[in-house]
């Protein structure tokens, strides 16, 4: 006769069959008496002794005659909303919500005119074409206005950024000199006025460039505070060349084509 390992098991039962044939007769404890020659769980009769057994789902892994039976239990201990969590044995796991960049381009096409609109829509061409707006470097600051949707799961604790992509339209090119643009931003949400306070402008740069006519540029990333910002609202945002800042050194207009916007969303998960 071999012998199993005294183990406790929940359901305490006088006998009875576990799955695959395993059968638990009510004899002297832990004795493995055996009606035929095959391993545990082929009709083998298991002695019941003073213990007991719970039915509930695992693997009897590897069990032979006269051996230990290992159990080998995963469970799926449940999920919350915004995380899952997963228990295997005592461990515990927690995947936190996740958050991505975004970004979304609003071409200059789109805008309606400030209090001094810059000069109107056109083509630029040279092979390729784009359209842009002409932004003057040496008379009063130019501006126009953007919408944009903010989306339902945009995370308005982070700031958005944005920055001004534009082209050099004139022949008299930049030479080590500089673009500052002014990026301001409201939410309005349902009810709320299309005459709400803006918040305070955000200066987006670019420096000591020497470029040809034709040329495609970028100013820096910056963080614009957009007042009352929520996710699904939809925002306002003014853009204006800041032509007399210390930092705008170049006289001549450039080619606005569009304002660029980077925000964090939280997908919700599921």
């Not at 009510?26 to 009709?43: F, H, L, M, N």
Request: with cysteine.
């Amino acid at each position: 006769m071999g012998r199993v390992k005294r183990h406790t098991h929940a359901d305490d039962m006088n006998g009875g069959t576990l799955a695959g044939g395993q059968t638990f007769a009510e004899t002297e404890p832990g004795v493995v008496s055996t009606s035929s020659s095959g391993a545990v769980g082929t009709a083998e009769t298991v002695a019941r002794g003073d213990h007991s057994h719970d039915l509930g789902a695992h693997d009897h892994s590897d069990a032979t005659k006269g051996g230990t039976i290992s159990l080998d239990h995963t469970t799926v201990a449940g999920k919350t909303a915004g995380h899952v969590l997963m228990a295997t044995g005592a461990a515990t796991k927690s995947f936190k919500q996740l958050a991505m960049v975004d970004y979304a381009a609003l071409p200059i096409a789109l805008a309606v005119d400030g209090a001094a609109a810059p000069a109107s829509l056109a083509a630029l061409s040279a092979t390729n074409s784009v359209a842009v707006r002409k932004f003057a470097g040496d008379t009063a600051d130019e501006d126009v206005f953007f919408l944009w949707q903010a989306p339902p799961d945009l995370d308005p604790a982070v700031p958005v950024s944005a920055r001004v992509v534009f082209f050099i339209t004139e022949a008299t090119a930049p030479d080590a000199e500089g673009v500052v643009f002014n990026v301001a931003g409201g939410s309005l949400g349902n009810g709320d006025a299309l005459s709400a306070s803006l918040g305070s402008a955000a200066a987006s740069a670019l420096a000591g460039r020497s470029d040809a006519q034709g040329d495609r540029l970028a100013t820096a990333w910056a963080d614009v505070t957009i007042a009352n910002l929520a996710a699904g609202e939809t925002v306002i945002l003014s853009l204006s060349r800041d032509q007399d800042a210390e930092g705008d050194t170049y006289a001549q207009d450039v080619g606005v084509a569009a304002l660029e916007l980077r925000f964090t969303r939280k997908p919700a998960c599921s």
